[in-house]
């Protein structure tokens, strides 16, 4: 499959992108949805052939979806250092998790704390938050650790600190959707193995942009979406487990995919199968994977390396030019502590909406949530969209 470096995306020849309109130059969602050169005609092939084989007047439908199933897990294992038979698919990371909690050994939870960051994607927390109040204390106590005021981010030390061997879970997020911070999974990773708790990681906001290794350091299990720096669709999610974890769990979603034997028919006697399959359930999902594996391939194809130091030399035009102007970072100053996004608070007397909507009048793409401007520079983005963003910026300051 082509590849296109980032320093060729700089120079603006990486036009006709599929970002939506125009050239993509000034397209900063990264932290949403991601484009890359040739995207749209990728898709466009994958799910036209997709069609094509389900349509067809045959028997061989289910063999070559499950083939394109495949396929997104093999990639998807060598993105990440997954062990074969440690990850699966899932509709988002909020299916994930449920699935994950729901198979873990009564004994585990009970009685003990699930211990989750304020600055985690919300979707998880309201899961989180749901089971708990459904549950109630015999079965686990949620513990959120809260940001300190007029901070953007919980600080790693602030986790540690509420981290005590009471804790049977820790759910970890890698980069946060709301700052972009970056916590030191190191660091926390080894306070959780000495406190005996199970670690797991949400890495949806970093997945394709940062490497990651499952295994270093070594967590129980992993979330993540195909969207944002990997470019896929939604409804492409992953669930990866450990394989000692693995062997512990029996999930409560579960069906006839489950099994070793798929067709095993016996209602009167079911077993797991004794892989990530068992986290399976009822008939797969196929067209959200064959929609996002052009994506995952052209970004396994890439020199990771280039794709990020592209992005740190736009971000740190984002950041200077910010300083420059006055306005607040949301985010880490220091790239180290930060994912691939630069946020910033909107200037004080600015109506963030008819921001957002000035600028995709002038062909930039990016977002707010509440009064924070998410701006994420990638494959796509070229110096001259920085210049842009940032221009128009200075003249609403």
């Known amino acids: 499959m082509p590849t296109t470096s980032p320093s060729t995306s700089a120079t603006g020849s990486g036009s006709g992108s599929g970002s939506g309109s125009g050239s993509g130059e000034a397209y900063f969602l990264y932290h949403s949805i991601g484009t890359y050169p040739g995207k749209q005609d990728q898709m466009n092939t994958a799910l036209q052939q ?44 909020t299916t994930a998790l449920f699935s994950l909690i729901g198979a873990l050994p009564p004994q585990l939870l009970k009685g003990r704390r699930i211990l989750v960051a304020a600055d985690c994607f919300p979707s998880l927390h309201f899961l989180l938050s749901g089971l708990a109040e459904r549950l109630g204390p015999d079965a686990f106590t949620l513990q959120t650790v809260p940001l300190r005021p007029n901070e953007n981010w919980v600080r790693d030390e602030d ?8 804790v049977a879970l820790a759910l970890l997020t890698w980069v946060t959707s709301t700052a972009s911070h970056r916590c030191d999974l190191q660091r ?9 708790s199970l670690v797991g990681v949400d890495i949806t906001q970093a997945a394709g942009l940062l490497p990651f290794d499952v295994t270093s350091p070594a967590v129980d299990f992993t979330v993540s979406s195909s969207l944002k720096w990997l470019c896929g669709t939604s409804g492409a999610g992953i669930l990866q487990v450990a394989r000692p974890l693995l ?24 077993s797991y199968a004794p892989d990530i399959r068992r986290f399976d359930h009822g008939t797969p999902s196929i067209l959200a994977i064959a929609g996002s594996l052009p994506a995952l391939q052209w970004s396994l194809a890439q020199d990771n390396a280039a794709v990020l130091a592209h992005n740190r030399q736009l971000g740190s035009m984002l950041v200077d030019g910010a300083r420059d102007m006055g306005l607040r970072l ?37 977002d707010c949530r509440g009064t924070t401007l998410r701006m994420s520079p990638g494959h796509v983005t070229t110096t001259t969209g920085v210049r842009r963003v940032l221009a128009l910026l200075a003249r609403r300051d």
């Open 247 to 270: 062997e512990q769990c029996a999930p409560q979603l579960r069906g006839w995919f489950s099994q070793e034997n798929i067709f095993s028919w016996d209602i009167a006697r079911f």
């Open 330 to 366: 949301v985010s880490p100053a220091d790239p180290a502590q930060r994912g691939g996004s630069v946020m910033l608070q909107v200037p004080a007397g600015t109506d963030p909406a008819q921001l957002v909507q000035t600028m995709r009048e002038q062909d930039i793409w990016a």
């Open 159 to 166: 986790m540690i600190a509420q981290w005590g061997p009471d």
């Open 50 to 93: 997709f069609a094509a084989s389900w349509c067809a007047n045959d028997d061989g439908q289910w063999g070559r979806a499950l083939g394109l199933r495949q396929q997104f897990i093999d990639q998807w294992s060598s993105l990440i250092q997954a062990e074969p038979g440690t990850l699966t698919c899932t509709d988002n990371v």
């Open 188 to 196: 926390l990773v080894a306070h959780g193995r000495d406190m005996g």
